[in-house]
């Protein structure tokens, strides 16, 4: 595959250039930005509310959602009173820096702590393109199954930490958890792994310890002040 | 994004070109090749397998089984006595016609009827990748959510049939099966839906009208003789 090597990489610079664009004035606002991997239908969005729910008392938070087509998900994020900007991507499998650069401008980064983006429902394209992110996490959801550190290493590779989403339904998928620790353990020693269900009727559960641990993140990030989750 | 389409276009353009070269010579031994289409985790593998329990009665069948890594699909097919070739991309997230010439290279083509090619678990990539075959179907599973024909469009338009598997845990997620199929619809009234369970305790659910829809394609292409499915 010399040919899409040869392709890829001219893009993938520009993408780095602009990438390190963004964190330099993501870093100047003391903004601390996260990008959110998964597949279609894991949870993003679910999780991401119940985040901001956990968060919002103590940061100022906006979200960037990207998609293929459609602006539902920023539309449930701007329900709960949270700046969101939409990016279609009209076809692209990932989101790049020159897209997050755009959404960037329109956003008020004077009035941010945080910014979380939710990249194209994907576990392969999203992995390679860094965009100024202090963290990349993932999720993944019970009924894809415990084999996926297996088929897509990548991803579980650059993920600081792997939620492991709708837990509740472990039984109806014979889902091996053991198994699927020691797979992520084994492609990333310094991932944690937080077992959570984002929506539902078991929704919540797991989401404060996953909050402190991102709040942790943003604290070193801004100005301090010491982090609070609300449970 | 006019850079990416500048760049994409002499890629798929010599893919279209190598998969006339493959339609070809599928046509030549009158194969029917079918391209298989899913996020991961949507059952892909178990369906393909209950396909061919289906119909392994009636038509000879092979599988080209493509992954970004590892070759535990093509392990699960061979164990049914069914001849599988691994395709590994390396991190491609979509299969390409010149893959999918080598893997017909190393299948004996006078001794098959059917070959079913399961692409790389993904939503968007394969959808604009012709790779010789005469349809694309794709799965989609209950647990990714109702939603997914308004956010992944392409990947419904391009499919001739839509899989809906996991129909067992339509409660457990709230899923709107009516919404679901009225959004199909709108972007695709050709495409028949079959509800289906690949596998599980309900495993087989749905499994026969699938399969005689898919026998009567092969039908048309193969040297005719009638169709029957094992139930």
């Known amino acids: 595959m010399t040919r899409e090597v040869a392709i890829e990489q001219p893009i993938l610079d520009l993408n780095d250039r602009l990438a390190a664009d963004n964190r330099a004035l993501l870093d100047k606002h003391k903004i601390y930005m996260l990008d959110v991997l998964a597949s279609p239908g894991a949870g993003k969005t679910s999780l991401i509310l119940a985040t901001i ?3 919002r008392d103590r940061w100022r938070i906006a979200v960037i959602e990207g998609d293929i087509a459609s602006d539902v998900d920023s539309q449930r994020i701007k329900e709960q009173g949270i700046p969101a900007v939409q990016i279609n991507t009209g076809g692209a499998c990932h989101l790049e820096s020159a897209m997050i650069k755009r959404a960037l401008d329109i956003l ?4 941010l702590d945080i910014i979380i983006v939710e990249n194209v429902g994907n ?7 860094y965009l100024g992110e202090d963290a990349k996490v993932m999720i993944l959801s019970v009924p894809e199954g ?3 550190p297996l088929k897509y290493p990548g ?3 650059v993920a600081k930490a792997v939620l492991l989403n709708k837990i509740d ?11 699927f620790k020691e797979d992520v353990g084994r492609l990333n020693p310094q991932a944690t792994i937080f077992p959570v269900v984002a929506a539902g009727e078991q ?29």
Do not use: M, Y
């Not at 008020?108 to 009035?111: D, G, T, V």
């Not at 339904?169 to 198994?179: H, S």
């Not at 942790?216 to 989750?229: L, R, T």
């Open 123 to 129: 576990l392969v394209c999203p992995t390679d393109f």
């Open 108 to 111: 008020n980064l004077n009035e």
């Open 169 to 179: 339904t472990l039984n109806v998928f014979n889902f091996d958890e053991r198994q």
């Open 146 to 148: 415990h084999d996926k």
């Open 53 to 55: 729910a956990a968060l």
């Open 203 to 231: 929704g919540g559960k797991g989401i404060t310890a996953w909050s402190q641990w991102l709040c942790a993140q943003i604290e070193q990030k801004s100005s301090g002040g010491g982090c609070s989750v609300r449970q």
């Open 155 to 157: 991803v579980f590779q």
